[in-house]
């Protein structure tokens, strides 16, 4: 099994900027690809971002040029800078863990997943 746990997030002006961490433990070597998402009330979950362990990234079209994932191995530890935010960022944000290391933007591809951080963006 794996554990995942986020910090960071919570509330922000338009145009400022957040960071989230997300920590796993456990299986770590299972965590091949890890992945951002999001989720507003009422709608569904979206892909935001995904890593895999060699360093590769994608980003949805959404938040490219203002969020950059990143991940440390050796502190199995993965990030998400947000910056330039805006008030259609506010949801809450999972890290998401899968053992392939083929990236994917559907959230059912990943087993793992951490247990949210609120993150919301005022006008």
């Known amino acids: 099994q794996v554990q995942l746990v986020e910090s960071g997030g919570g509330l922000v002006q338009a145009g400022g900027s957040l960071g989230l961490s997300c920590a796993a433990s456990?299986?770590?070597?299972?965590?091949?690809?890890m992945g951002w998402f999001r989720q507003a009330p009422g709608k569904e979950r979206k892909f935001v971002a995904a890593?895999?362990?060699?360093?590769?990234?994608a980003v949805a079209d959404s938040v490219k040029g203002r969020f950059t994932i990143s991940r440390d191995n050796a502190e199995d530890t993965m990030y998400l800078q947000m910056n330039s935010l805006k008030p259609e960022d506010t949801a809450v944000y999972y890290c998401?863990?899968?053992?392939?290391?083929?990236?994917?933007?559907?959230?059912?591809?990943?087993?793992?997943w951490g247990q949210g951080a609120q993150v919301t963006v005022s006008s």
């Open positions: 998401a863990a899968r053992v392939v290391a083929t990236m994917s933007q559907y959230w059912g591809d990943y087993a793992y």
């Open positions: 456990g299986r770590t070597f299972s965590t091949n690809t």
């Open positions: 890593i895999n362990w060699r360093g590769g990234t």
